[in-house]
């Protein structure tokens, strides 16, 4: 059995009420919780071992940076990158494809190429590359789902050319749920020469993500899905990538020389590390991955599975209900609607009852228009929601459409 009273009792937040309701958070995809671990690092960084790292020959500076320095093996050994300098830690899954686009596709993008990318991306993993398309006449070409929402792989194949250079694609849909098969795509890929990008922040929170085994080129997600803190972000790049990159920004650390006349760069991983770090944040995340292992990942995996499940039951026993996204392997994230309710009156009705989802496009606009809509209702699960918290839900769902009906 699962024991999510010992899980909850970690969470503080979790004991919060809304509205005299207590919190039921729905709200996991797009951040998650953190338990107290988390935020004593934080606090204990602060109070301890606080001084900038990579500059200092004083102890404290010394201390300071074997931390941020053991936070990134520990990144290293959560996804089973091959070197510790192939971790890039940035602010978030937005600026870690931005560094790419900007670097990696600076350097070996030229008119006339292609990139593939799918109908579900999430605007980080969509507007980069159009940033890019001021500069160079690149083409982005979008690979449709079927009516579960998984992706046509047919297409996905027939869309490869000899003017495709990446493929940039998301582990799994924030909105669907879908899992897509990348280790299958990737591999495909590879046969024809092009490098993937996999957009990992949904996934990372529920699979176990080997980027060797994947045979990913770069692997990108933000800690704050995954119980860690805001502002830091992991950017995994296979060492031949990276070495091959120019830097993305400029400034302390990222440097080797410096003169007026001809600046020389760090090794990697520091080339693309420019200023200040936040380090205080990468060893709260080091924590966080720290709490994940000794939880146990497989079984907190399988339990969300099982959420997801019975929450899909729970929502399809009510009447007007329609779930988007009923692929086959799925991430504990429910999209729905009710009849004609907007997504937005639900929302603000079940946080009156406690209850914390997400509403709208999720950043997903061109999948919205696919789907023919403005946007959804979307529950999504963590190890710390209970069947007993989906039940609650399900209620104040039904109470919403005999409102809003
Ligand atoms: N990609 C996907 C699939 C996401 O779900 C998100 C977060 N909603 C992002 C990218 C962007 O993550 P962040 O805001 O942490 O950079």
Redo the contacts with the bound molecule.
């Keep these: 059995m699962f024991d999510t009273t010992k899980i909850r009792s970690q969470f503080p937040i979790l004991t919060k009420e809304i509205y005299h309701k207590p919190l039921i958070y729905f709200d996991n995809?797009?951040t998650s919780q953190h338990p107290q671990c988390v935020i004593d690092r934080i606090a204990d960084s602060y109070y301890r071992v606080n001084a900038n790292v990579h500059r200092g020959v004083h102890t404290l500076s010394i201390e300071a940076t074997e931390a941020h320095e053991a936070a990134r093996r520990q990144v290293q050994t959560f996804i089973n990158a091959r070197h510790a300098h192939e971790i890039i830690f940035t602010r978030?899954?937005?600026?870690a494809i931005n560094l790419v686009a900007g670097s990696w596709g600076n350097e070996f993008l030229h008119d006339g190429d292609e990139i593939i990318l799918s109908v579900m991306e999430?605007h980080?993993?969509i507007v980069p590359w159009q940033l890019l398309q001021r500069h160079k006449a690149i083409k982005l070409r979008v690979i449709p789902i079927n009516e579960r929402g998984e992706l046509d792989l047919d297409a996905y194949r027939a869309a490869f050319n000899e003017h495709t250079r990446l493929v940039s694609i998301?582990h799994a849909s924030?909105v669907l749920g879908t899992i897509n098969p990348v280790q299958e795509m990737i591999a495909y890929a590879h046969e024809q020469n092009v490098p993937v990008l996999v957009?990992g922040?949904?996934a990372i929170p529920h699979l176990t993500v080997d980027v060797q085994a994947l045979d990913a080129d770069f692997y990108v997600f933000?800690a704050?899905?995954v119980y860690g803190p805001t502002g830091i972000?992991i950017l995994y790049g296979k060492e031949k990538w990276l070495d091959a990159m120019p830097p993305y920004q400029g400034g302390g650390e990222m440097i080797a020389h410096v003169s007026f006349e001809h600046t020389t760069y760090n090794e990697l991983p520091y080339k693309f590390e420019a200023g200040t770090p936040d380090y205080i944040g990468t060893r709260a995340f080091a924590t966080a991955l720290e709490w994940i292992e000794a939880t146990g990942a497989t079984e907190m995996h399988a339990y969300e599975q099982e959420l997801l499940h019975y929450a899909t039951a729970k929502l399809e026993e009510i009447e007007g209900i329609r779930i988007y996204g009923t692929a086959r392997q799925k991430t504990p994230v429910i999209s729905f609607l009710a009849n004609k309710i907007h997504h937005y009156d639900m929302g603000m009705l079940l946080d009156k009852m406690g209850v914390a989802v997400r509403t709208g496009h999720h950043?997903a606009q061109p999948l919205m228009s696919t789907l023919g809509i403005e946007g959804t209702v979307r529950a999504s699960f963590a190890a710390y929601n209970t069947r007993e918290e989906i039940d609650a839900f399900a209620t104040a769902v039904t109470k919403c459409c005999n409102m809003l009906r």
């Design positions: 995809a797009a978030g899954t937005t600026e999430h980080s993993n998301t924030n957009d922040a949904q933000s704050h899905k972000g950043c």
